[in-house]
């Protein structure tokens, strides 16, 4: 059909220039120009199209840029089936890095090389892509203070800025922590206080989690341990006629209660306890 169209409008083009060159009179000519624009209408509603070939992409995972993978759109003569050749633009570009998200728009514009059986002009189609958010693992410190004030301070003492991350994009294009990442940063919570005895462990949990719009966060609670506080002391000198019994009070050291002091390896010395 294309090409017995081609071939009337290339005989009504050619006889319309030797009817021209008569010099026929003007209302013949009216008639004549008139006839070869509907021709050529006729001609270009039966031409081939460019038809563009491209599905909605498969989801990408936060942190992957955009590739030749999702951006493959093809372009064919409807008639012919025939590759087409020309400009082709997408909206976004290949490597780009898109946020997390589902049904993000992506837009390819085609602008066919001429002599290819269909006509010219620009031609675009839309697909969408979802973009799932990558995995975060958000770990609470550990710590092992010492009975007493150690405690006290070690809880005070906690903050967001302690929390480990295992998972941030660092792709050269997208360097992500927590401060440009994390829509929340977290809190972190520690039941425990300088009466806590030595040897017990507490955990340290997420009063607050962390939230980020292009992270999926899993959180991992801490532990403290209170450790013995390390007890420094020192005898009075005495002196004694040689010869003379010492008394109790000169070589012992009453044990402290509760186990919750190092006595620094006070056994085996001969001090007593």
Known sequence: MQIEFQFYWENARTNMNRVMKLKPSGGCRTF????????ASVVQLFAANAVTSWDNPADL???????????N?????????????????????VGTFLNAGNQQALKVTFIPNGNQGVPG??????????????QLTATAPNGTPQYGAGVTAFVA????????????VNNGAIVDNA??????????????NNNTKAGTSRPITFGVAPTSNNYTITTVNGTMTVAKK????????SNKLYGETPTPNDLNIAPLSGGNYDL????????GW
Request: hydrophobic content about 45%.
């Open 157 to 168: 003492a906690l903050n967001a800025t302690q929390v480990v991350y295992d998972g941030f």
């Open 61 to 71: 995972v936060y942190g992957t840029a955009l590739s030749s993978t999702q951006l």
């Open 179 to 192: 401060g440009n990442s994390l829509s929340l940063l977290p809190t972190l919570s520690l039941v425990a």
């Open 264 to 271: 620094g390896g006070g056994a085996g010395t001969g001090l």
């Open 121 to 134: 002009g620009l031609v675009e189609k839309t697909v969408f892509i979802n973009i799932i958010k990558a």
């Open 32 to 39: 004549l120009a008139a006839f070869v624009a509907t021709l």
């Open 73 to 93: 759109a093809t372009f064919t003569n409807s008639d012919t089936g025939a590759q087409l050749q020309g400009n082709v633009i997408y909206t976004p570009s």
């Open 230 to 237: 390390l007890l420094t002391f020192s005898l009075a000198n």
